[in-house]
């Protein structure tokens, strides 16, 4: 029978060669022409009749005059077509894939009855390679794909296989924008977490895994250039569909284990260079990474009414090994001489020559401390559901019901904390969707009404217990020195070693008391979209969608810091850094803990609209290969918080254009030649409006040590004495009253000699530039796409971007009021009796006691990428994907989130989109135009896999994959008094070096057994990082902690960092950094860690680790 | 495949075009002084000088009486000169460290045409490579400190002691060279202005129907015979002075004065301010009121 069919069919051989405009979000399009075999006219009113496994019941499209015919709505899958038509013979292919969100072209020539053909091999199996429909750049990862090659369980970790895609430490970003700015979609509802704009779960230091790839059928990954239905994205988009019923029951019970335990080798010892405390990552302690769970679709009605549910557990534990160090010193034995000792006498941070001895690397050499390993963990436990409901009504009307959830638990670890219980704090962090969509067709399917409406939920509780929520956290974190190790702990064989020698066992940063920032939040997004899309004639034919998309998101936020305030102890004082309340502040302020009145918590209520309506044409013109795809959408947001109505942000006139031509020069379907162009814009997470608009008051104050505190010594040079004062037994308690003030009589005044004793840094509500412009990107590119021989396809992409607004707050005043606008936008506006301007402002030179006016730059974020990529779908057992690109990403605005904020030392950027630290300070806007963290001008993409038919039901694969990309640049950072470290560029950014380019090799075997159909065994073992790289992926740019100004025109650029002395290098090369000076005036301390690898936990990469598979599926 | 060669040539142009690095940039040219001036880290507050041909002079400074005790006119604060480009720091302070005797270097520094500073103290310089300002590029910062214990940065600068009378002229003045050798001269002078401190508040005697006599001790860092005073009367308005008004025909250098021509059961209210024999002035005193019989 089917040899009969073959014979009879003569299928054009690209012809499923189209991949039009996105139609839909979760669904797929088939469109073609058929046309008679002997005549090669097309063929009026044959009936193309549609069937797939995916799909309920079947679809059913008439040709018109032109042979056209069109079938949309289809879900993603294997697909038949069959042709019918009184005359001709009856014509079928099955070679489809179709995939979300994709129109693939199957043109059909059916055979006349009288005509006799000689039988011919029919090209089968011919997967879609060249993407000679749309302009639109990114790709598709298929479940072939996942199941082949190793690639991470997560659609985060397999969105990172499309080419132009890096990873970041919220998740994945495309082009060089940062994860926050895409939007991710799952099944068409928009779970993008409302708050800081990144994927699902992954909140600052809270990530949850996503949904595992057992339940995904498909992952649409468009890194730019998508059409206007979609938006609120300058990043791209990453366009989950889950799987779903069928008329047959299939389902799987599967388990996956990454025992760490037993594989994976211990991490690289992480800590600052030289200081007592290190750590590593310890999996022989117990680490693992398990999921395992079930999943079952079926029919409840035969072609009616179809179900899926899948759930699973997913457990992680991660255990560390902390542990104490005393640094081998010049004079100890064997180190006599600076040359035994490798000692470059490196002036360190208490300006005194470094007696520390070096290895050949220069690392600190060091004698770790016996008896003083202390076992850590992390840990997660998520569960995680899914269920989908899908109904046809009729043949033209179809409706869906499918829910998401993943309630979860974790224990986060702070390594500097105290080696006690407090250290580990539990956090409660839940997610929730519900999705409902109607498809319906009219006019003889030439009108699609499709309508979703949706409401995702998300909610964090961090549960510290009473000491961690009562406690004020303290960082013994004083820029100008050391503190002594033995200053915190005592326990074992510690004061012995560190022998009341700073040198020995010097510590920075050093945490204790409580948890410091803590927070419950409850996060709510109702989203609803529908569309028309009316099918016409015209000069060829169009596709013409008319689309509205609504969504409302709200946050409640309850917050606070344990105890009332954090305090950094600093220059002789308890500085409270952070704390929420408002000061009354007289005339002349006295340094009185009266003028302070504190909020112990803040209770914030914050909502945004973001209303976006859409037209979009796919205008494929007649008899010329060239299809032209254009639109535009209008997108609104209004953002407020509800203690002041009056301050909004509100943007109503984003009007986004776009356009693509594609031209098959071939004619054949055999390569193209395309150009787009559009603007896109991004909609602000609600963290602004609930940090900016609300009534959140932050101030700072310093208590002195003494007299308030008089068990501290007071002197520089006491304070840091090993043997001398146990500052681990400091009461933090102590250093609040009852009623919530400050327990000490007298403060200080905040900067001796300059400026104010009380700062105010975020008092009130934050007023909004008149006419703020939203945040936004013009994407461009063309491409050039050719299939060599037969599935495999040569492309070469350029794909550009410039960031065109942003949004940012600013201080006009340098740290005394702030203000949201767009900077460098040239407009003045007044509020509350305070001028402000995005373009002039006023800073104060502390050397020459004058006040100098300054320019708030325009943002810039260039970025232009060449790659050269090659894709061989699966066909004849095998697949493979390769690219690489080479890229420059460049300006002043890395986007939502600051990787170097902090410089590296807290391990991620701060994450507050629209109102980081980037803008605030007119001081330190200079030197920053340079390369960008996110540049990787080398990446280089392989994967692939084959899969060996051993016996007809036994197969065996292998698969492989590897990344290797260019390390990203690194900066020498400075601090400020106010903002504390690693805000302020000493030179230009990015040109202190690079980390080192990283190599992953991923291998994966997968056995798959029929042993009674159709119950099929499979089992796999994915080996990442195969090689058991661990290069550095994050160097500490910290090259002073002290406050200070810039080096303009420096001219210093070089190969800095990871050299064996960084500092020593940066210091010859360029001899302006010696003569560097505090705001005040006195030299500033050097970090002699500056260039080495950070001490955070993402220092590194992660290690060989190996995991096993194991499923039972039918 | 000609098709695919044509495209492998456009992606080298393409490579190469990217591949450019936009942020070499470079200030050519000699050092030039964009500015000067001085600077009172005692109140925070800059002085900025005016070009006279190739020389900048910073005028009015004023100095404080009683920063210090016992109570002596001086100034706390340093002279500073801006460059518009990077110089060259080891020519300028040969420590990266510490600031450096401005005696051992390419620098002169003379206090009342004096090139001998103050006892017990030593001018130094630093070199500043840090700018707030685009257009602005390094600095030379010159300030007295203590002898016996050099200072790390001029935030350990002494006070430098002025006159009560006379204004106080401090010179600056030196070559600095840019990375390049190309070299600059500066000259900086600042006229740091006499304070004689504030006089006593206003006592008074021999009060009429219509004149009182107005007393006041000296101001605190008053030159006797040489510093002059002026007293002013203001009308009571409320309980409070009204506008002050100099009654003096010309600056006196008694510390008493007798106001004549008052009216019958009126209330008044003087001050008194101290001023220089050339003529600067100082903080007026506290007012104090008095009511004719």
Known sequence: MRKKLLRLLRLVPIAVAFWGVASAQTTGTIIGVVTDAATGKPVAGALVVATSPNLQGEQTAMTDEGGNYRLGQLPAGQYKLVVQLQGYKPAERTDIRLSVDKTLRANITATPEAVQLEEQVVRTGLAPVVNVGSAEAGGVVSREFMSTVPVGRSFQAIAQTVPQAAGDVYGVGFQGGQSPENSYIVDGLNVTDPVYGSAPGTWTGRSAPTLLSNFIEEVDVKTGSFMPEYGRATGGIINVVTKGGSNEFHGSVFANLRPDSLATPDGKIVGRDGEAIAWFSSPGEGTYNLDFGGEIGGPILKDKLWFYAGFAPIITKTYYNRFQRSNVLLGDAGYTTPAECSNTGVIDANRNPDPRCRDSSGFALYNKIPGSDATMHTGQTSYQYVGKLSYLIDSNNTLSVATYGQPSTQTTWAPLYAANDNANVDTAVNSFDVLGKYTGKFLDKHLVVEVDAGVHMQSIEQQPNAYQSTTPLISWNDPSFYYGLTAFESAGSLEAACNANLARCPIRGYLTGGNGFTDTNDVTRYAGRASVAYLFSGAGQHNAKLGIDLERNTLDHTKYYSGGYQFQARGGNFRAVRGYGNFLIPATPTNDPNEIFPTPKVATSSSSNNFSYFLQDSWQVQDTGLTINAGIRLETQKMEETSNPTNTLNVTDSWAPRVQAIWDFTGTGRGKISGNWGRFFWAVPLDMGDRTFGNESQIQFREPFNPCYPQLPQTAATRNNPGGQVYGTFDPTALVGPDGKPACATLTPFNVGFGNFLFNPYGGPTPVQPGLKASSVDMFGGDLEYEVVSDLSVGFVYAGRRQVNIIEDMSPDDGGHFFIGNPGSNTTFTYGGATYSTTDAVMYDSVTGRSINVKFPEAERSYDSFTVKLVKNLSKNWLAQASYTYSVLRGNYAGPFMSDYGGGTGGQGQLDPGITAAFDLPSLLYNTNGYLPGDHPHTIKLFGAYTWNVTPGFNVTGGAGYTGQSGRPNSALGGHDLYGAGLAYIFQQGFAGRTPFTHQVDLRAALSWVFSAPYELRFSIDVFNVLNQQAVLLYDQNYTFDGMQIIQKAGCKGDFVGTSNPVAKLQSTCPDVLYLKTVDGRPIGVNPSWGKPAPTNISYQIPLQLRFGLALAF | ?293
């Not at chain 2, 470079?26 to 030039?32: C, F, K, R, Y």
């Not at chain 2, 060259?88 to 420590?95: A, F, K, R, V």
């Not at chain 2, 590029?137 to 016996?148: E, K, N, P, R, T």
């Not at chain 2, 600095?176 to 600059?184: I, L, P, T």
């Open chain 2, 1 to 293: 495949m000609k098709t695919l060669t044509k495209c492998m040539l456009a992606a080298l142009v393409a490579t190469a075009a990217v591949g450019c690095d936009p942020f070499e940039e470079a200030v050519s040219g000699p050092p030039v002084v964009i500015t000067a001036g001085f600077t009172d880290t005692a109140n925070a507050v800059g002085f900025s000088a005016t070009a006279s041909g190739s020389a900048w002079i910073v005028s009015n400074v004023p100095s404080t009486c009683g920063l210090n005790t016992p109570a002596v006119p001086e100034m706390s604060g340093f002279i500073f000169v801006k460059f518009n480009k990077l110089l060259d720091g080891s020519q300028i302070q040969t420590s990266p460290v510490d600031c450096t005797p401005v005696g051992a270097l390419n620098l002169a520094v003379t206090y009342n045409g004096s090139a001998t500073p103050p006892a017990g103290t030593d001018w130094y310089a630093c070199y500043n490579p840090q700018a707030p300002s685009p257009d602005e590029g390094a600095s030379v910062i010159v300030f007295l400190g203590d002898a016996l214990v050099p200072p790390v940065g001029w935030i350990d600068a002494v006070s430098i002691p002025t006159s009560g009378d006379a204004v106080t002229t401090l010179q600056a003045t030196g070559t600095a060279h840019d990375k390049d050798g190309a070299a600059v001269s500066f000259d900086v002078t600042a006229n740091l202005d006499p304070d004689p401190g504030v006089p006593g508040t206003p006592t008074f005697t021999g009060t009429t129907a219509t004149s009182t006599t107005v007393n006041w001790a000296a101001a605190e860092c008053a030159v006797a015979g040489t510093t002059e005073y002026e007293v002013e009367r203001a009308p009571d308005v409320a309980g409070a002075p009204g506008t002050f008004a100099v009654v003096t025909p010309a600056p006196i250098t008694a510390l008493t004065f007798t106001d004549n021509g008052l009216t019958t059961g009126t209330t008044y209210w003087y001050r008194v301010t101290a001023s220089s024999s050339g003529g600067v002035s100082g903080v007026p005193s506290a007012a104090a009121s008095v009511t004719t019989l």
